[in-house]
């Protein structure tokens, strides 16, 4: 569910997150932070940049459910808030449009196991509910964190022919930014 350069890595720091969430929670989300830090502030030559997670995404929503779930100690909490708020006070974060594929932690579930990623074996469904409700409180309810752009909800419940519709029926929006 975290997304980061693997090449960098002689560990499998998300691995070791599902084994032991109290000991690498630190640990994976400096990282995570770190390396969306990197991939805001490279410049995209005009091209449109995509990320299936952000510096706010780290933050708002694995961030938070670490430390709501009791796997991130108080401490480490305010060290990576402090973090996050002088990164977005002092480093251009900003971003154009959020695109949420809003899909059910059922769904989720049933594309975890056929991905068969050895990592995401241990993954419960609870865990799947709490950032499905991160998320919805976060991008659709906009009730829990501020909002960093306009955000464009696709059901990605759907089929395939559908969301390729709805997106097809929103590309000029997303595109012109």
Known sequence: MVCF??????LDLEGLLYQNPNKWSLTLQTYVQLTMLDIH???SFGRIGTDVFTIYSAKYIFVENLYQSCKMPEMDNAIL???????VKNIDTSVDLIVYLQTSPETCY??????CREE????P?????AIHNLHED??????SFPVPAPVLVIDAN??????TQHYEENRSSILSL
Do not use: N
């Not at 350069?5 to 002689?10: E, H, I, M, Q």
């Not at 049933?110 to 991905?115: A, G, N, P, T, Y």
């Open 125 to 129: 469904q609870e865990y799947l509910y």
């Open 41 to 43: 502030t490279k410049p």
């Open 5 to 10: 350069p693997r090449a960098y890595l002689k």
């Open 120 to 123: 995401e074996r241990v993954i």
């Open 158 to 163: 759907k089929e395939l022919e559908e969301m």
């Open 81 to 87: 808030t402090e973090w996050f708020e002088w990164i």
């Open 110 to 115: 049933e594309s975890l196991k056929k991905r």
């Open 138 to 143: 976060w991008l659709v309810k906009q009730m």
